[in-house]
T-cell receptor, first 112, second 113 residues
């Protein structure tokens, strides 16, 4: 398996649920990212990790909690989300931080 | 922070026609990237540009890094139905905290048979 893999592809959760998104990259990259993509808006960078260290947190609400246990895996833990958090959540990796990003297929999240 | 203006927002073209889209920025970029996103999928990197004036091709796609370093263009020749999707530009400068990739809002391309 190659590239960047995200699971699940689709997720429906209630506002009181706790769930996690998973991302795995098989490219040997050192940096990983979470982006949020909402309709009609540019991609929004949420978190950046370089060699498992968080280097950027773009004013993301605390109901989103990232975890990077190693340079190949990235998680996004979700709790008490709001309906406006419904979006496509994209994971990406790059050889070094802030070089060209390679994206996973995304998780389509719907909060009900 | 930087802003990217991508145009047009959407295009409807006939199969076989050529397509042009562009991005302009409010600041100088050192890198320009072009991505394509199919429905329900993540963006796929098409072309990366690292030098002002650089012209790079990938099959029927050609992209250029503008001389002013504030713009970039993507051309698609002889469009086919599978070219349908959203095309995003992304740029990066290396000035302090602005090293993040900045993405355009995308150009939605529809190819009519």
């Amino acid at each position: 398996e190659t590239g960047v893999t995200q699971t699940p592809r689709h997720l429906v959760m209630g506002m009181t649920n706790k769930k996690s998104l998973k991302c795995e990259q098989h490219l040997g990259h050192n940096a990983m990212y979470w982006y949020k993509q909402s309709a009609k808006k540019p991609l929004e960078l949420m978190f950046v990790y370089s060699l498992e260290e968080r280097v950027e947190n773009n004013s993301v609400p605390s109901r989103f909690s990232p975890e990077c246990p190693n340079s190949s895996h990235l998680f996004l833990h979700l709790h008490t989300l709001q309906p406006e958090d419904s979006a496509l959540y994209l994971c990406a990796s790059s050889p070094e931080v802030y070089t060209e990003a390679f994206f996973g297929q995304g998780t389509r999240l719907t909060v009900v | 922070g930087q802003q990217l203006n991508q145009s047009p927002q959407s295009m409807f073209i006939q199969e076989g026609e050529d397509v042009s889209m562009n991005c302009t920025s409010s600041s100088i970029f050192n890198t320009w990237l072009w991505y394509k996103q199919d429905p329900g999928e993540g963006p796929v990197l098409l072309i990366a540009l690292y030098k002002a004036g650089e012209l790079t091709s990938n099959g029927r796609l050609t992209a250029q890094f503008g001389i002013t370093r504030k713009d970039s263009f993507l051309n698609i020749s002889a469009s086919i139905p599978s070219d349908v999707g959203i095309y995003f530009c992304a740029g990066q400068d290396e000035a302090g905290s602005a090293r993040q990739l900045t993405f355009g809002s995308g150009t939605q391309l529809t190819v009519l048979p």
